[in-house]
């Protein structure tokens, strides 16, 4: 995991700390700069956010050569000394990494044995000490051949104004102007101060100096690298008048949709769907992890009301272990915000080996799984910047519905339009109460069928993950086959109920956990009598609209209901502890 960024140019703090903020989503555990100044290394570390080290570079004001990194923890406690960049054994270079070296005990052992004292507990000190102390391109490519697993690696030394970089699995890109260069983990850094960049794929290695950008393969071939221009449009992250994006996220539900619909009505897009001829598919399968998962559980639902085919949703992490039948007549969706999630890489990997036809939806469009699958669908969301990601799920739901539509030929922009138009983002005050409620209970239970208990695992999700409250989700189905155990008195049990079909059961379902004492709390879309009402403790209406987009419009509110949960509790919605937005490790 992990954000890393090197920079040439004039005033190389500012630039390493805007680009810092911008990969700060891949992790916030710590964050360290190291400037080149008079051949000597200065070294910034701080443990937390990027706020933290900004604190600590204030006096810092030059022009030259750097490499900076936010740090998601995975081999090594959270401390200064497994704070990046890590230095040599005689501190003449340094590094910076992103991804995990699975070897790393073997070649730390041998290091030791020679007398190489460590500092830290993290793989990529590892890194550093196997390059030694003198920089050169030989030594860059050998690690391809000694480190096994994934890496992005950024290195400079104290005496030259060079960056030297070396790329597998993990993302990295170089942009470029006249006077300045940066390599980093994640174009968004590039916004507002570069117009071009390059991809960096696996295997590839070179150096950055303001003279030029140098790349090469692993038979030592300089490569020309295609040129790529930044999309102001879709790296753009302004907060506007929000205090934490996740709500500004959620609020741009109305506008995501009009992108897509914009972006549908395209022709080359037209012809993409076009071209997924469903008739030449005897399975589907949707991958994803989180809530790209979930958007795949809904995709399913939609899918399976129009195709008479086997769907099957699968965890990415899962993938590859299971006895998935892949071949040519299995057509593989892979669901991925940042299209840069490991798991889902190494899933889309395996399926694509195996002869299957590989499509990507995601939101980054410049991303690895974008690259590597036979097509893609944008999910057109703009960038996300909060952990938990909420208006993604939101535009994946929409794509899968429009590929259901156009599996089926039929239209769906008249029904988006008529969507978006009753679309509400609910009664923020209703909202906040019953936030404010759940804000002292430690534990809170969601039950739902069908598409509602969909809907039930996403809010679950996105409580849990930004208001640590234990959340759980069930089907109300299966509450008396175990979880009911679990209900005891003032136990908040949130019943997510807005399909007519299943309504009756749910409340059902819902009067068991009352009778045990539990406070019942219902969303729901449909009417309800005061005997019903009588029964629930807190009720939030959900705008009726066409029911294939319910899931979407309930999942707005529980968005909102967890992120004023966390605000209630003093904390930052936009950075869970312990969790990073993209993650670059499996
Ligand atoms: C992390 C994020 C989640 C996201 C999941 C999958 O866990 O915190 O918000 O759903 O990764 O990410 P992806 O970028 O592949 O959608």
Known sequence: MCGIIGYIGKNVKKNLIEGLERLEYRGYDSAGMVIQYNNNFIVRKTVGSVDNLKENVKDIEFDGVGIAHTRWAT????????????????????????GIIENFEKLKEKLVKKGIKFYGETDSEVVAKILGEN???????????????????????????????AKYKSPLYIAFKEKSMMVASDPSCFFGKFNKYLTIDDGEYGKISLNGIEVYNQDSQMVEKKVSKIKTKELADDKNKFKYYMLKEINESKSIIDNIIERYKQSQLIFRLKSLNIKNFNRIYLVGCGTAYHAGLVGQMYFKEMLEKDIFVCKASEFIFEKNILDNKSLCFFISQSGETADTITALKFAKNRGAKTIAIVNAEYSTITRIADDFFPICAGLEKAVASTKAYLAQCIIFYILAKSFKNEDFISNLITFKGKLSLGNNS????????LSYKDKVFFIGRGID????????????????????????????????????????????????????????????????????????????NKEI?????????????????????????????????????GLNPDMPRNLAKSVTVE
């Not at 081999?75 to 992103?98: A, D, Q, R, T, Y």
């Not at 989700?473 to 109920?497: D, F, N, Q, R």
């Not at 029964?535 to 967890?562: G, T, V």
């Open 430 to 437: 209703l909202i906040k109460r019953l936030a404010s409620y």
């Open 135 to 165: 920089l050169s391109l030989k030594k860059i490519k050998k690690l391809f051949s000694l480190l096994e697993g994934s890496f992005s690696i950024v290195s400079i030394s104290k005496n030259k104004k060079e960056l030297f970089f």
């Open 533 to 569: 009402k009588d029964n629930f403790d807190f009720i939030i209406k959900i705008r009726r609209c066409d029911e294939k987009f319910l899931p979407i419009q309930s999942i707005i509110i529980l968005q909102k209901l967890a992120y004023f949960t966390a605000v209630k509790m």
């Open 75 to 98: 081999h090594g406690k959270i401390s200064l000394e497994n704070c990046h960049p890590h230095f040599s054994f005689k501190n003449e270079i340094c590094l910076v990494h992103n």
């Open 453 to 528: 208990y969909i809907t039930s695992l996403e809010a679950a999700l996105k409580l849990k993950e930004i208001t640590y409250i234990y959340a759980f989700a069930e089907c109300s189905g299966e509450l008396k086959h175990g979880t009911l155990a679990l209900i005891e008195k003032e136990i908040p049990v949130i019943v997510v109920a807005t399909d007519k079909k299943t309504f009756a059961k749910v409340l059902n379902n819902a009067y068991e956990v009352k009778a045990r004492g539990g406070k019942l709390i219902l969303i729901t879309s449909i009417a309800i």
